[in-house]
């Protein structure tokens, strides 16, 4: 941290500058920004983080323009601290506010996920290195002369260099020291971001390949916003494509921003870029140390990175010369932020790129209705890989009528998929089974008294996991250990699972091949990136021969040797209120069966479903995309539903039911009463509900749903509502625009 008057670094950067008093928004939850005083004679540009007093603390704020100068300056507080960065560009001030605007959050909550990274603000650590004095020891030991050796040729190493270098002990660097031969410096650390080796061809690109790179090459002009898709099946070669569109970005010396859903996971996409460019990208998502994330934001901010991957809340990186943001899997549910600051990741990033002026890429395989349209619209240019590279084909796509399949009881796997398992084996393929369920059962019943067990906390019933005997809420993380005893009847032995998780699915497989290796690929297993590497790399060398998992599976792998892919319940994500059910469940089921046969071995896919004449489960079967997409489009339009008209949910909770219940009924009444008749037609507030999720962590939730025609802009008036609507004590109310969950 800098003190104020240090500000040489900044005139050079920005536009306006204030003297005397500033206006500043704070990193926390508050929407106006406040007057401050600077001390005589210093200047701010717009922009500038600064730390200020605020009620009895420090805290990080941005300079958002020039006070409103309603009150003295001598009344006002001074700011404590400059901070030593560059100021937040226009752009990024722009989309603070924009985004905040949009998303009905406070302007503070958006630039606190800007300045994510509390340590990027404070001064540097410094480290201790180690130099040679070019004298030699009166007495020179082996391991001495080894690190004097080593040091010769560096300029300074630190000590754990050093120790890795020559696997000598810390107390012989520090012996060296003593005697003056050594001599120790402290110094600033500074990241070392390797530049990406951009002018090695790594592939040579297939002609259909090199057509899509050229043609998306063109589209992105410098310094123009435009939004594409490249929209290639599963397997054609989209990853490399766009490494390869990255390329002319960087050698101009712009940044490139990777958003990708998995990316904890996603250690096979790390190893291919790695391969590829020669250095690892900087990465970002919430588990990474602070050092990297410290080191990461200041790279980010000083254009000393040039590719940065992350999960969703990279968006919000203060890149200084951003050229391009690549939102891959564009469709997946992962981009849309449920807490906090409720905000979808792909549609700020086209905000961004649109303030920024810098060019969109949109890549799935199956786009979401909302970039179809667009592009239908020509808002949107799109790119297409119809075909697998290579000589790789699609998989066959093939459903089981399960209401045919006679079934025992707590079986769930047909005797054709069974046999389909044991062909791929016996030719040494592999073979994984999707169900979107975690655990063993989702649901536990008493067969003496019918009573189900449920979560204290949530209306959820508790999920059995048998790989650590434990029943557990997957709502709000309450886990106990399983019970023998009903607790409303007393009855023992009586509690039984019904349904299946992955882990019985699991038994089942097992039950007919004892001696396969079988692993499972959930949240519970793929808990974090070694995890996720270790289970991958069994998964590719072929040590596995049977995966059961969840939607994990489903993103982005390439394992060449899995040629079957069974799904255990297609309709499991049909059934329910939600709007998207069928775009969902297309894209995830298109996209698990994406997994199949991706190299020389062909793939086939078996769907398990009670609905084998359901739009969705055809369009599967059939490889018809598009026209799924146009039958879904025209049902949407004809309900008005987004795409084609806006909707936001607004969400009350609180530990009192009637309260809660009240508010809500309360807002609703105001909403009606100011939507004038004219709006009427337009706007139409639906509810309140008791949510599916009613309670959740301890509290009661009701929902409104509020629905208007495309042209309409919804914000204003919620906000309206929500000013109108007395405060009530305890109840917290959450505004969703473009909800993606109905719970
Ligand atoms: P998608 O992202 O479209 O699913 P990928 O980019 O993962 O497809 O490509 C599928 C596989 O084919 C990957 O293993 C990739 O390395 C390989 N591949 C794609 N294009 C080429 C190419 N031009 N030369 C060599 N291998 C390629
Ligand atoms: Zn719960």
Redesign the pocket.
């Given at each position: 941290m800098q003190h104020v008057d240090a500000i040489s670094e900044q005139e050079k950067v920005q536009e306006k500058f204030h003297s005397e008093t500033v206006s500043v928004l704070l990193a926390i939850p508050l929407d106006i920004p406040f007057d401050y005083s600077l001390p005589t004679g210093t200047k701010l540009a717009t922009g500038s983080i600064v730390r200020v007093p605020f009620r009895g603390r420090i805290v990080f704020g941005a300079v958002w323009g020039a006070s409103e100068g309603k009150v003295e300056k001598k009344s006002l507080k001074e700011i404590d601290g400059l901070v030593d960065v560059p100021p937040l560009k226009h752009a990024i001030r722009e989309l603070v506010d924009w985004a905040a605007s949009y998303n009905l959050s406070k302007r503070g909550a958006v630039l606190k996920m800007i300045l994510s990274s509390q340590s990027a603000l404070m001064p540097p650590n410094k480290i201790k290195i180690y130099q040679s004095t070019n004298t030699q020891p009166d007495k020179l030991t082996s391991t001495r002369e080894k690190v004097l050796k080593e040091l010769s040729n560096k300029k300074s190493m630190t000590v754990k260099e050093i120790v890795e270098a020559t696997g000598v002990s810390t107390s012989v660097i520090k012996g060296l020291v003593n005697i003056g031969c050594l001599q120790e410096l402290e110094q600033v650390r500074e990241p070392n971001f390797l530049p990406p080796n951009i002018t090695e061809d790594y592939f040579s690109l297939s002609p259909p390949q090199l057509k899509a790179t050229e043609s998306l090459i063109r589209h992105i002009h410098n310094n123009i916003f435009s939004v594409s898709l490249l929209d290639g099946v599963t397997g054609s070669g989209k990853t490399e494509v766009y490494f390869e569109v990255m390329k002319p970005i960087i050698a101009l010396g712009k940044q490139v921003l990777i958003l990708l859903p998995e990316i904890a996971l996603s250690t096979q996409w790390l190893h291919r870029f790695t391969e590829r460019f020669g250095t690892k990208p900087a990465i970002w998502h919430s588990d990474i140390s602070n050092r990297v994330r410290a080191d990461t934001w200041r790279a980010v901010c000083n254009n000393s990175v040039s590719i940065v991957v992350g999960a969703r809340s990279a968006l919000w990186l203060p890149f200084s010369e951003l050229g391009l943001i690549i939102v891959d899997e564009e469709h997946d549910s992962a981009y849309k932020q449920e807490e906090g600051v409720i905000y979808h990741a792909r549609d700020m990033a086209v905000a961004r790129g649109k303030k920024e002026s810098s060019p969109v890429l949109l890549v799935s395989a199956t786009p979401s209705l909302e970039t179809i349209k667009n592009v239908d619209m020509g808002k949107y240019n799109r790119v297409n890989l119809p075909d697998r590279y290579a000589n790789a084909k699609m998989p066959t796509i093939d459903s089981i009528d399960m209401r045919q399949c006679s079934m025992p009881s707590n079986r769930w796997l047909a005797p054709k998929l069974i046999e389909e398992i044991r062909a791929t084996l016996n030719i040494g393929e592999q073979a994984a089974l999707f169900l979107n369920r975690r655990g063993y059962a989702p649901l536990t019943l008493c067969r003496a008294c019918g009573h189900r067990l449920q979560?204290t906390?949530?209306s959820?019933w508790l999920v059995e996991h048998r790989d650590n005997m434990t029943l557990n809420?997957h709502?709000?993380g309450?886990s106990m250990p399983k019970i023998k005893i009903c607790p409303s009847c007393n009855v023992e032995g009586k509690l039984a699972p019904c349904g299946p998780g992955v882990e019985r699915i699991a038994e089942e497989v097992l039950s007919f091949f004892p001696d396969i290796n079988l692993d499972i690929a959930t949240s519970d297993t793929m808990t974090g990136p070694k995890e996720a590497e270790k289970l991958i790399k069994r998964i590719e060398s072929g040590e596995s021969d049977v995966i059961v998992g969840t939607q994990i599976i489903s993103k982005g792998y390439h394992f060449p040797m899995l040629t079957l892919i069974g799904i255990v319940d297609a309709d499991l994500g049909l059934s329910g209120g939600d709007l998207r059910a069928a775009e969902q469940t297309y894209q995830l089921l298109h996209q698990v069966s994406g997994r199949a046969g991706r190299a020389e071995r062909k793939g086939r896919v078996i769907l398990q479903t009670y609905m084998p004449d359901h739009p969705v489960i055809k369009a599967l079967a059939k490889g018809n995309r598009d026209n799924f997409l146009k039958q879904e489009a025209e049902a949407r339009s004809k309900n008005s539903l987004p795409p084609y008209g806006r909707l936001a949910a607004l969400i009350f909770s609180g530990t009192n039911n009637q309260t809660v219940s009240k508010a809500a009924r309360d807002l609703v009444i105001i909403a009606k009463k100011s939507t004038s008749s004219a709006d009427h037609s337009k706007i139409i507030v639906l509810g309140p509900a008791p949510a599916p999720l009613t309670y959740?962590?301890g509290k009661y939730r009701y929902r409104v749903l509020v629905k208007a025609r495309e042209d309409i802009l919804l914000q204003p008036h919620l906000k309206k509502w929500i000013e109108s609507l007395r405060p009530i004590s305890k109840v917290r109310i959450q505004i969703d625009v473009d909800p993606r969950s109905f719970l």
């Amino acid at each position: 941290m800098q003190h104020v008057d240090a500000i040489s670094e900044q005139e050079k950067v920005q536009e306006k500058f204030h003297s005397e008093t500033v206006s500043v928004l704070l990193a926390i939850p508050l929407d106006i920004p406040f007057d401050y005083s600077l001390p005589t004679g210093t200047k701010l540009a717009t922009g500038s983080i600064v730390r200020v007093p605020f009620r009895g603390r420090i805290v990080f704020g941005a300079v958002w323009g020039a006070s409103e100068g309603k009150v003295e300056k001598k009344s006002l507080k001074e700011i404590d601290g400059l901070v030593d960065v560059p100021p937040l560009k226009h752009a990024i001030r722009e989309l603070v506010d924009w985004a905040a605007s949009y998303n009905l959050s406070k302007r503070g909550a958006v630039l606190k996920m800007i300045l994510s990274s509390q340590s990027a603000l404070m001064p540097p650590n410094k480290i201790k290195i180690y130099q040679s004095t070019n004298t030699q020891p009166d007495k020179l030991t082996s391991t001495r002369e080894k690190v004097l050796k080593e040091l010769s040729n560096k300029k300074s190493m630190t000590v754990k260099e050093i120790v890795e270098a020559t696997g000598v002990s810390t107390s012989v660097i520090k012996g060296l020291v003593n005697i003056g031969c050594l001599q120790e410096l402290e110094q600033v650390r500074e990241p070392n971001f390797l530049p990406p080796n951009i002018t090695e061809d790594y592939f040579s690109l297939s002609p259909p390949q090199l057509k899509a790179t050229e043609s998306l090459i063109r589209h992105i002009h410098n310094n123009i916003f435009s939004v594409s898709l490249l929209d290639g099946v599963t397997g054609s070669g989209k990853t490399e494509v766009y490494f390869e569109v990255m390329k002319p970005i960087i050698a101009l010396g712009k940044q490139v921003l990777i958003l990708l859903p998995e990316i904890a996971l996603s250690t096979q996409w790390l190893h291919r870029f790695t391969e590829r460019f020669g250095t690892k990208p900087a990465i970002w998502h919430s588990d990474i140390s602070n050092r990297v994330r410290a080191d990461t934001w200041r790279a980010v901010c000083n254009n000393s990175v040039s590719i940065v991957v992350g999960a969703r809340s990279a968006l919000w990186l203060p890149f200084s010369e951003l050229g391009l943001i690549i939102v891959d899997e564009e469709h997946d549910s992962a981009y849309k932020q449920e807490e906090g600051v409720i905000y979808h990741a792909r549609d700020m990033a086209v905000a961004r790129g649109k303030k920024e002026s810098s060019p969109v890429l949109l890549v799935s395989a199956t786009p979401s209705l909302e970039t179809i349209k667009n592009v239908d619209m020509g808002k949107y240019n799109r790119v297409n890989l119809p075909d697998r590279y290579a000589n790789a084909k699609m998989p066959t796509i093939d459903s089981i009528d399960m209401r045919q399949c006679s079934m025992p009881s707590n079986r769930w796997l047909a005797p054709k998929l069974i046999e389909e398992i044991r062909a791929t084996l016996n030719i040494g393929e592999q073979a994984a089974l999707f169900l979107n369920r975690r655990g063993y059962a989702p649901l536990t019943l008493c067969r003496a008294c019918g009573h189900r067990l449920q979560c204290t906390n949530c209306s959820a019933w508790l999920v059995e996991h048998r790989d650590n005997m434990t029943l557990n809420c997957h709502h709000c993380g309450f886990s106990m250990p399983k019970i023998k005893i009903c607790p409303s009847c007393n009855v023992e032995g009586k509690l039984a699972p019904c349904g299946p998780g992955v882990e019985r699915i699991a038994e089942e497989v097992l039950s007919f091949f004892p001696d396969i290796n079988l692993d499972i690929a959930t949240s519970d297993t793929m808990t974090g990136p070694k995890e996720a590497e270790k289970l991958i790399k069994r998964i590719e060398s072929g040590e596995s021969d049977v995966i059961v998992g969840t939607q994990i599976i489903s993103k982005g792998y390439h394992f060449p040797m899995l040629t079957l892919i069974g799904i255990v319940d297609a309709d499991l994500g049909l059934s329910g209120g939600d709007l998207r059910a069928a775009e969902q469940t297309y894209q995830l089921l298109h996209q698990v069966s994406g997994r199949a046969g991706r190299a020389e071995r062909k793939g086939r896919v078996i769907l398990q479903t009670y609905m084998p004449d359901h739009p969705v489960i055809k369009a599967l079967a059939k490889g018809n995309r598009d026209n799924f997409l146009k039958q879904e489009a025209e049902a949407r339009s004809k309900n008005s539903l987004p795409p084609y008209g806006r909707l936001a949910a607004l969400i009350f909770s609180g530990t009192n039911n009637q309260t809660v219940s009240k508010a809500a009924r309360d807002l609703v009444i105001i909403a009606k009463k100011s939507t004038s008749s004219a709006d009427h037609s337009k706007i139409i507030v639906l509810g309140p509900a008791p949510a599916p999720l009613t309670y959740l962590r301890g509290k009661y939730r009701y929902r409104v749903l509020v629905k208007a025609r495309e042209d309409i802009l919804l914000q204003p008036h919620l906000k309206k509502w929500i000013e109108s609507l007395r405060p009530i004590s305890k109840v917290r109310i959450q505004i969703d625009v473009d909800p993606r969950s109905f719970l």
